[in-house]
């Protein structure tokens, strides 16, 4: 105390006054202040004083008695150092070290000499304090200290003795069932942890080796313990144990406890107590999966679904299955169990649960079959007429039904699933009763269809469910009408008696012809005896006209106008071939004889095509039209023919020039109409065919005629094969209408199978039609090889003129003999098969390869009415012929028969309405018209060329629409749009084509236009009249079966799809109302060849469940892809193009569109910087320049538009911002358009390019490293340095962060940054491309991260290649809720951004579609998607946008759609620039090597040049060393860059105290990260140089001398420090990690193990 006195005085002294004169002041300003504080500063000096004054006192008496105390302190040590001299010899003699002492003395001899020495250490303490005191030397005791250690080690050792056997030993009086292994377990490892952490020298003493052996002993039991503590344990393992040990365990005894245990021989039969341990553990894993399975199946209930208004008589489908399933997985379960060798306890149980779940699988699934069957049935019983017909089958269907609804009650009444089917009996017996009954009415049914169907043959071309319609109406025979055109060629309706309700009177076609039945038909009775009594009735009606016809041509005041006007067309037609026939063969018998005959006749015919042509330029009605344009297409066939004839001086009718024809005579001693093919005879069958549009024959016509009459002559079939649109089932069809057959079209696809074939070669054998089965080769091969084996049996009865025959299913079937089977092919597309021998066989082949087109073009030219048709078609045919042979090759283009079809189509229309126009002028600009919309820009010029060459001396004017063309105006205003002529082009060529294709693709690249074409075309008709609306789908972001359907095969339910839905609705569009179905998304065979029924003149969609849907009239489809790439030629031919070229619209109409929108002042500045300037840069972007990511230019343009939108500033008064910062707004959205993408050696020489231009850019100083894109403009116009913008970082100096949380803002995060919110904030798109480390996702997430949650919601996705469409919808339907109607969005009315990472990982399918990036395109696009659930209904996305990220694409990595990156702004991070790599890690090494953490300045100055050296290492690395298929691990980024560094911030001042540490710690660090992946020595020096070359070149030759050669840093070369023993108890002494240098190398490079020690230093320090 009074030396603290002393110490402190000076200081107390001074700081009194100020406290004194403080609060004076306070007080003269009468400042409150407690009166307590104010006592104690009044008292205050006085206090000290008094204290003083004491202190003085005290030591003036100790002073006095200093003396007396001094003599009796050196007394007191003298007698001290003899206790201790005593107790040293007792210490040694007999202490607890000495010789042959056992630990548990030892350990008492501790406590004994421990409390002496206690006494002794305190003596100590208090002797050398007052010899500190007295100023006497203090006396040393060594001795003394090291007992004080020895003890304290001691006290360690033996009260760990002391622990451990005490403690064990205490272990053995624990009650068994208390005992807890984990704890023992836990306490000996504290207790070898204690024993571990003793110092060296005890640990070969007695004591501790005791104490291990005690330990291990007790170890080696613990796990037996354990395991016969284990709760599975039961008495019965015990009486086991009991077996082998032969010792009594009673653990049901009170007093059992573990040393009743332990006495047992447990170690000597460890392997068997295992055993029985491990069986009880099993049995009780058995035992508890056998509980969770009775758990789980006395929980599960049924589920059931209404049925009509029935009530809940149904088992839902997918959940039974579901249950079905789950019981399956359970029997699995069970049957492992089963075979499992521990379940002997359980085996019995297994077995009845095993016989449970079998049986109740068994009978849901023979429920479930039942239940089809019941359905099935229950339409057609319940109710209806077809009970009526069948009344036995109805009485046991009622049976059956009673017994139906008696099971599902008891199902309601007891749900449980397992219960209600093995509680009893009743399911296991009624359920297969039922189903024997159901399999009766069923066979009843089918055979009642089937005897139906033999009755009425054509009802094998119906499907059952309609049948079952036809059959079930059957008692109104008026609901017929719907099912006309299913059984007959063209009989859409029958006329009715106006007052006897089933009286029919005549038949109508489509076209509204009408043939007046001989005989009035009664619609009574049975259906199918009636439909046949029409069908004959038709037939002999038909026949009476024809003979009518026959009659009247033979008459002398014959007049062919008048006969065709008196005649339907059908008749007309055949009369007028029997007049051909009938004056031909007249010539050719006379020819002999009278020489001119043959002339003559030839011009009478000729006489005969002009009249019938002078007739089609009269006003007439459709109808009438295309009968005369029939009547023209076969007589100019007949007048060719014979013209030839003549040219050839055939001279006899028996010659066969002449008997290769097609010849019709009516033969009256038969009375019928008979058609000769050379020697084969066909009567004509008297099908009423309407009035249709017949094929032009053609040499190749009359061939394919010729080779499928002698086919049919020999009872074989046809197979016409050939590429798409050369006429194959054309010509069958044609052939058929010629001989008055009813031609049955079947469209074939993989999912028809062979009872399904089988039931149509029956129907066409007894209904004597003809099958055409088009595109037969697209069924599965095994469907193949089965119709070769029904063919046959068909054929072979055909050849042998049987009246009946035994078909492969068992029926015996009639045979007409006049039926035909004719196959058409498509080879070598995708999907197509090659047919079996066995089946080629019964055909006879026909090769349509090359349609003699100039021929058809000629008669069809000829039948709209073309006086000059052979010149005129030998053009057609040219211009065509060289199109295909100089045009490029492109996929969508087609000039095959369907596009000259549509082509001759529009003449016609045109040829009428132009009476004046030359017959030139309209081919010449019909032909243009029609085909310019599909030709790609380098095309178009070639393509004129040839047709002004072609049509010398005529003008190109354009055909005009101008009310048409003022809507198309108007909507483009409207849609602020510009009426740029080559784009509004394209939407007139779009017009042109859907007025004569119901099919159409628009195409072209992304951003040409497609979609606002088809939009303001149809808004612009719905202008001038004609209401059009669209349904728009992308087949591709679904699929197949979510697209058309599918079948639930439980319930036999069909559920349409997205497509049949939008179809089907099409069909109840109001009148006058026009739909477009839009298919936007890519083509591929798989889905598109399901359309083409419905994209030829068939235009019928055609369903996996049989439904064949009809085209609504009002309806077009058009697909608006890309590409048709994938497309097949069978398609390419069915639809109309209209290809939208990117030169159509180029980047100009673009930005007026944007600028429409600004102001004027603004509009003019923009608009000659952009006209300046914009080109001249893309075109040399385009040419010199490799950006890294593929984009088109009207995305570049957008692009610019965006920022500018994001950029210009909005002024509150409504003022523009001036030209020059508009200048330099637009300076800066060239960079960041189309500099976006380029890396930085691009963006230099784009640099270098701009300032060439007139462009206004920032100065920059001369040497700097900076380019323009280091500037971005502020708000008053001028250029900022990003710099500025750019927030220090500041390294903490005190503790060494993390190195992963480090991050240094540099320029490009903050202008990435920036970029990303002057788009984001108007809700577009963004995407961030770059190499890996250059900190996309971050910088996104860091954006995503500013917004308010409460306002603003983000989601984050993660593509991968395993991500599909409909992950990412189910993804986004649950991060949306409903608002109202089928409108969604995020929760709460908020907004929300979605981050998509990795956009481009999905799958690439076959057809190189991303099919998951299409409903990302999708929802961006139309803001929805259409729901799973309910198909058809599309749900609407609102406050949704979407940001994301990907790596660049090439390399094998993927890219992403073209139409998906339009609705981007797409900006490449670079790597960072040499600038900002120096910056952060410059930060960071000088943040680390600081004088603060006690670095020499050497050594801080070294650290900041060895960043720009380490980045130029890095640098050449990346340059030399490229990646190979040897070396394909050679990547190097920025990552590795890190990694050097974070190693190098792993040392602390105390290892680098010098310049040549740090550079040993540099090359180190370096060669773990770069070299360490070499794979060959070359490469590794070629590393050794380029360090020693770059450390010369940026730090000079001094600091490269002091790289050493093999430097290695390590941090485990530290050994643990030795206990003193005054640690604490729990005191771990880890040995510590200092990385530093390894020192013994240079030691140990003499010594023969060297090598080897290097390597494992080597492997060590990696």
């Known amino acids: 105390v009074l030396h603290e006195i002393r110490e402190n005085e000076i200081r107390i002294d001074a700081m009194i006054g100020p406290v004194e004169e403080s609060y004076g002041l306070l007080a003269k300003y009468q400042l409150p202040i407690l009166q307590e504080e104010s006592e104690r500063v009044d008292t205050l000096r006085y206090s000290w004083t008094r204290l003083l004054h004491t202190a003085k006192q005290v030591q003036d008496h100790l002073i006095s008695i200093q003396f007396e105390f001094k003599e009796s302190l050196v007394t007191s040590i003298t007698t001290y150092q003899d206790d201790l001299n005593a107790y040293y010899d007792d210490y040694a003699t007999k202490g607890p070290m000495a010789p042959d002492v056992s630990p548990r003395e030892a350990s008492d001899r501790l406590v004994f000499y421990q409390n002496r020495f206690d006494t002794l250490w305190r003596q100590f303490n208090t002797y050398r304090g007052g010899e500190e005191l007295f100023g006497l030397p203090v006396t040393d005791y060594p001795d003394l200290l090291q007992i004080r250690k020895e003890l304290s080690l001691l006290q360690k050792l033996y009260s760990l003795y002391n622990n451990v056997i005490d403690g064990i030993d205490s272990y053995f009086e624990i009650p068994w069932t208390e005992v807890d292994i984990d704890k023992i377990n836990g306490e000996l490892l504290d207790f070898q942890n204690r024993c571990r952490k003793l110092p060296r020298g005890l640990k070969d003493w007695q004591a501790f080796l005791d104490l291990k052996k005690k330990i291990d002993d007790f170890n080696e039991t613990c796990p037996l313990l354990e395991s016969m503590a284990h709760k599975a344990m039961k008495p019965r393992h015990w009486a086991r144990i009991t077996e082998i040990t032969g010792h009594e365990f009673d653990i049901e005894a009170e007093g059992f406890v573990l040393r009743n245990i332990m006495e047992a021989p447990l170690l000597q039969h460890k392997e068997d107590i295992e055993d029985i341990c491990i069986a009880a553990v099993k049995e009780q894993d058995i035992e508890g999966k056998l509980k969770a399975i009775e758990n789980e199946w006395s929980a599960e209930q049924l589920h059931f679904s209404s049925f009509k208004n029935r009530g809940e008589l149904l088992l839902k489908g997918d959940e039974t299955l579901e249950t079905v399933s789950r019981m399956e997985d359970s029997l699995m379960v069970l049957s492992s169990l089963l075979s499992n060798r521990y379940n002997a306890p359980f085996k019995a149980k297994i077995q009845k649960w095993v016989q449970k779940l079998s049986s109740t699988t068994e009978i849901i699934e023979s429920w479930l079959t039942v239940q089809n069957l019941w359905i099935y049935l229950e339409a057609v019983f319940v109710g209806g007429d077809i009970a009526k017909q069948l009344p036995k089958e109805a009485k046991r269907f009622h049976n059956i039904d009673k017994s139906w609804i008696k099971i599902m009650t008891r199902a309601h009444e007891t749900q449980n699933v397992v219960q209600c089917c093995v509680g009893d009996e009743m399911l296991g017996q009624l359920l297969p009763h039922l189903l024997e009954q159901l399999e009766l009415c069923q066979k009843s049914l089918s055979g009642y269809l089937e005897a139906k169907r033999l009755l009425f043959p054509r009802f094998f071309f119906v499907s059952d469910p309609a049948l079952l319609e036809i059959l079930g109406q059957a008692s109104d025979s008026h609901t017929i009408q719907a099912h006309l055109l299913n059984i007959f060629d063209n009989v859409k309706t029958v006329t009715f008696h106006e007052r006897d309700y089933d009286r029919i009177l005549a038949v109508n076609s489509r076209e509204g012809i009408r043939i007046d039945l001989e005989k009035a038909v009664m619609a009574h009775g049975n259906v199918e005896q009636w439909l046949m009594h029409l069908l004959n009735m038709m037939q002999r009606s038909v026949h009476g006209v024809v003979r009518s016809a026959a009659f009247t041509i033979r008459e002398s005041s014959f007049d062919l106008m008048i006969f065709l006007d008196n005649f339907a067309a059908q008749v007309g037609l055949l009369g007028l071939q029997m007049l051909w026939t009938r004056e031909a063969e007249r010539a050719l018998t006379n020819a002999r004889t009278d020489k001119r005959v043959m002339a003559t006749t030839d011009q009478d015919f000729l006489d005969m095509l002009n009249m019938l042509i002078d007739k089609t330029t009269e006003d007439l009605a459709p109808v009438e039209r295309t009968k005369y344009e029939t009547l023209i297409t076969i007589h100019v066939h007949q007048r060719d023919i014979f013209h030839d004839l003549v040219k050839m001086h055939i001279r006899s009718p028996s010659d066969f020039e002449w008997l290769k024809q097609c010849r019709f005579y009516y033969n009256d001693d038969i009375d019928k109409c008979v058609i000769a093919i050379t020697d084969v005879n066909f009567t004509y069958q008297n099908e009423f065919l309407g009035c249709t549009e017949r094929l032009v024959i053609t040499p190749l016509t009359d061939r394919c005629y010729i080779t499928l009459a002698q086919a049919l002559g020999l009872s074989m079939g046809g197979s016409p094969a050939g590429p798409a649109g050369t006429g194959k089932t054309e010509t069958v069809k044609d052939m058929g209408k010629a001989l008055g057959k009813y031609v049955v079209v079947f469209n074939c696809s993989d999912q028809m199978d062979y009872r399904g074939l089988g039931r149509i070669f029956k129907g066409l054998a007894q209904s004597g039609s003809w099958g055409c089965f088009d595109e037969f080769n697209r069924i599965e091969l095994p469907v193949l090889s089965v119709a070769a084996q029904q063919i046959s049996v068909v054929l072979a009865c055909k050849k042998d003129r049987k009246p009946h025959f035994i078909f492969t299913d068992g029926d015996t079937v009639k045979m007409n003999p006049e039926f035909g089977l004719f196959l058409t092919m498509n080879p070598g597309y995708a999907g197509r098969q090659e047919l079996p021998e066995n089946l080629k066989m019964q055909f006879r082949g026909v090769a349509m390869m090359v349609p003699d087109r100039q021929i058809i073009i000629r008669v069809k030219l000829a039948s709209c009415g073309f006086q000059e048709n052979i010149s005129l078609a030998r053009k057609f045919f040219t211009l065509y012929k060289l199109c295909e042979e100089q045009l ?642 050679y990547i190097f980024n920025l990552r590795d860059l890190s990694r050097i560094w974070e190693g190098m911030l792993k040392v602390s001042s105390e290892t680098i105290t010098e310049t040549r540490q740090l550079m040993a710690l540099w090359k180190h660090e370096c060669c773990r990260v770069i070299p360490d992946r070499f794979i060959c020595e070359e490469d590794k020096d070629w590393f050794d140089a380029a360090i020693s070359r770059n450390a010369g070149d940026d730090l000079g030759d001094e600091l490269r001398e002091q790289i050493p050669e093999e430097p290695y840093f390590v941090d485990f070369l530290r050994e643990p420090p030795e206990p003193t023993g005054d640690e604490p108890e729990d005191a771990d002494l880890e040995a510590p990690k200092i990385y530093e240098p390894v020192g013994l190398l240079s030691y140990t490079r003499g010594c023969p193990t060297f090598p080897l020690l290097l390597h494992v230093v080597e492997s060590a320090s990696r």
């Open 888 to 1529: 490029s090759k492109q996929v969508h283009y087609d000039f095959g028969l369907r596009n000259i079809l549509s082509v001759l189509r529009t003449l016609g229309n045109v040829k009428r309405k132009s009476t004046g126009e030359s017959e030139n002028d309209i081919v010449m600009c019909v032909m243009r018209d029609m085909n310019l919309s599909k030709l790609v820009d380098e095309d178009e010029p070639l393509f004129l060329s040839l047709i002004s060459d072609l049509f010398p001396g005529v003008s190109m004017d354009k055909a005009g629409y101008p009310d048409l063309e003022e809507a198309i105006a108007n909507q483009v205003e409207k849609a602020g749009l510009i009426h740029h002529p080559p784009w509004t082009l394209k939407i007139i060529q779009l017009f042109e084509t859907q007025r004569v294709r119901h099919g159409m693709m628009v195409l072209g690249p992304a951003g040409a236009g497609k979609t606002q074409c088809i939009h303001i075309l149809m808004r612009a008709l719905t202008d001038v009249g004609m209401p059009h609306r669209e349904m728009r789908m992308n087949p591709k972001a679904i699929t197949a079966p979510q697209m058309f359907g599918k079948l639930d095969v439980s319930t036999n339910d069909w559920t349409d799809g997205i497509f049949s839905t939008l179809w089907r609705k099409t069909l109840r569009t109001k009148k006058g109302e026009h739909v477009w179905l839009v298919l936007d998304g890519p083509v591929d065979t798989f889905w598109i060849e399901n359309l083409n029924s419905v994209l030829d003149d068939n235009q019928t969609l055609t369903l996996a469940n049989g439904d064949r849907i009809p085209m609504a009239t009002n309806c077009k489809i058009i697909f608006e892809p890309d590409n048709v790439d994938n497309a097949s030629p069978a398609t390419v031919s069915r639809n109309g193009m209209v290809y939208m070229s990117s030169s159509a619209l180029d980047w100009k109409p673009i930005l007026q569109g944007w600028l429409k929108k600004r102001q004027s002042s603004e509009s003019s500045v923009l608009t000659s910087l952009f006209d300046e300037t914009f080109q001249n840069v893309f075109n040399y972007f385009n040419h010199n320049l490799n950006p890294r990511m593929k984009l088109l230019e009207c995305n570049y343009i957008a692009q610019a538009i965006k920022l500018l939108e994001g950029l210009i500033p909005i002024h509150e008064d409504g003022t523009s911002v001036g030209a020059v910062h508009l200048s330099r707004l637009f300076s800066f959205c060239i960079m960041w358009s189309l500099g976006a993408l380029l890396e930085l050696e691009d963006r230099a020489k784009m640099e270098a390019f701009l300032r060439r231009g007139r462009v206004d850019l920032p100065d920059i100083p001369a040497g700097s490293q900076d380019t323009m894109f280091e500037f971005v403009v502020n708000n008053e116009g001028g250029w900022d340095h990003w710099k500025t913008r750019v927030q220090e970082y500041l390294y903490p100096k005190d503790v060494t962060p993390p190195f992963w949380s480090i991050l240094v803002p540099n320029v490009d995060n903050v202008r990435t940054d920036f970029l990303v919110q002057t788009v984001a904030k108007q809700h577009k798109g963004v995407m961030l491309i770059g190499e890996q480390g250059s900190a996309k996702t971050v910088i996104l997430n860091s954006y995503c991260a500013k917004y308010n949650p409460e306002e603003h919601m983000t989601k984050s996705l993660n593509f991968s290649s395993a991500t599909t469409p409909n992950l990412f919808q189910r993804s986004i339907e649950s991060y949306v809720e409903k608002r109202i109607g089928s409108t969604y969005g995020p929760p709460a009315g908020r907004k929300m951004t979605v981050f998509i990472d990795d956009i481009n990982m999905p799958l690439i399918n076959e057809w190189g579609d991303q099919v998951t990036n299409e409903i990302v395109r999708q929802l961006m696009e139309m803001n929805g998607i259409y729901s799973l659930d309910k198909p058809g209904d599309f749900i609407t996305v609102a406050d949704i946008q979407f940001v994301s990220a990907m790596i660049h694409p090439g390399g094998g990595r993927n890219d992403i759609p073209q139409r998906l990156k339009r609705h981007f702004t797409v900006f490449n991070c670079t790597l960072p620039s040499n600038a900002s790599i120096d910056k952060i890690f410059g930060v960071i090494a000088a943040g680390h090597f600081c004088k603060e953490r006690g670095f020499s300045s050497e050594v801080c100055q070294l650290a900041s040049s060895l960043v720009q050296v380490t980045r130029h290492l890095w640098q050449a690395t990346k340059v030399k060393m490229l990646s190979t298929p040897a070396k394909f691990h």
